[in-house]
């Protein structure tokens, strides 16, 4: 174990001259990345999230101006400070970090934007199809009582042609009663005529004559049976 620590100590020792060598154009990064985070201010939209990121990567570049300005070494010669250069750098690498986020942030808020909209639509068709089925069940409502009233004017009908079938009925028997009261009618006349006739001929009848008896029959004959 404390062999490899040893290596890795020993590695990180032969790395930093190689890093130090390294010369990186600062005032050159630094102004790259200013450009880069005002593109992604003019893009991120109007979301709080993301240019809350916005006003932290200006501030970590604001950092790592100040730092660059304030660790230059006597009279600016020998170029940066370490301490200075470090400053800078982690400065730089979060405004970095917070550009990225400034754009997951936006991302974010055109997806939630896009979901509220697809919602809100969702919302309107689900309005739109429970007013046709509302509608269908209205519809199918109407077709019922349509077929109720349908079924209720044949009935109707059926009750208005026996009720003129009873009626032509009822027309003939009142018709056939007058006949018969007629008869009667000239019947009793005819009885009242008859009936005066026959007084008047009983009044002016003669009175029939005596009857005559019967004559007596002769004998039967001697010896006959």
């Given at each position: 174990m404390v062999r490899m620590m040893t290596a890795c100590a020993l590695v990180m020792l032969m790395a930093l001259p190689a890093r130090s060598a390294e010369k990186v154009d600062l005032p050159a990064q630094i102004a790259a990345t200013k450009t880069a985070l005002e593109n992604i201010a003019a893009s991120v939209g109007n979301y709080p999230k993301a240019l809350n990121e916005i006003e932290k990567a200006r501030a970590f570049l604001k950092k790592a101006e100040t730092a660059y300005d304030?660790?230059?070494?006597?009279?600016?010669?020998?170029?940066?400070?370490?301490?200075?250069?470090?400053?800078?750098?982690?400065?730089?690498?979060?405004?970095?970090m917070a550009v990225t986020l400034a754009k997951s942030r936006a991302a974010k808020g055109r997806n939630d934007e896009e979901a509220a909209a697809v919602d809100k639509q969702l919302t309107v068709v689900k309005?739109?199809?429970?007013?046709?089925?509302?509608?269908?069940?209205?519809?199918?409502?109407?077709r019922q009582d349509l077929q109720k009233c349908e079924t209720a004017a044949r009935e109707l009908e059926t009750l208005r042609s026996e009720q003129a079938k009873q009626k032509a009925a009822l027309d003939q028997l009142t018709a056939e009663k007058k006949k018969l009261e007629e008869q009667v009618a000239g019947l009793t006349a005819e009885k009242a005529t008859l009936t005066g006739q026959l007084e008047t001929a009983k009044k002016t009848a003669v009175p029939p004559p005596p009857a005559v008896p019967a004559a007596a029959p002769p004998a039967p004959a001697a010896g006959v049976k």
């Amino acid at each position: 174990m404390v062999r490899m620590m040893t290596a890795c100590a020993l590695v990180m020792l032969m790395a930093l001259p190689a890093r130090s060598a390294e010369k990186v154009d600062l005032p050159a990064q630094i102004a790259a990345t200013k450009t880069a985070l005002e593109n992604i201010a003019a893009s991120v939209g109007n979301y709080p999230k993301a240019l809350n990121e916005i006003e932290k990567a200006r501030a970590f570049l604001k950092k790592a101006e100040t730092a660059y300005d304030k660790g230059q070494k006597w009279m600016g010669l020998g170029g940066l400070k370490p301490e200075a250069e470090q400053e800078v750098r982690h400065n730089l690498q979060m405004t970095d970090m917070a550009v990225t986020l400034a754009k997951s942030r936006a991302a974010k808020g055109r997806n939630d934007e896009e979901a509220a909209a697809v919602d809100k639509q969702l919302t309107v068709v689900k309005a739109r199809v429970k007013l046709l089925e509302d509608r269908k069940q209205a519809e199918e409502k109407l077709r019922q009582d349509l077929q109720k009233c349908e079924t209720a004017a044949r009935e109707l009908e059926t009750l208005r042609s026996e009720q003129a079938k009873q009626k032509a009925a009822l027309d003939q028997l009142t018709a056939e009663k007058k006949k018969l009261e007629e008869q009667v009618a000239g019947l009793t006349a005819e009885k009242a005529t008859l009936t005066g006739q026959l007084e008047t001929a009983k009044k002016t009848a003669v009175p029939p004559p005596p009857a005559v008896p019967a004559a007596a029959p002769p004998a039967p004959a001697a010896g006959v049976k």
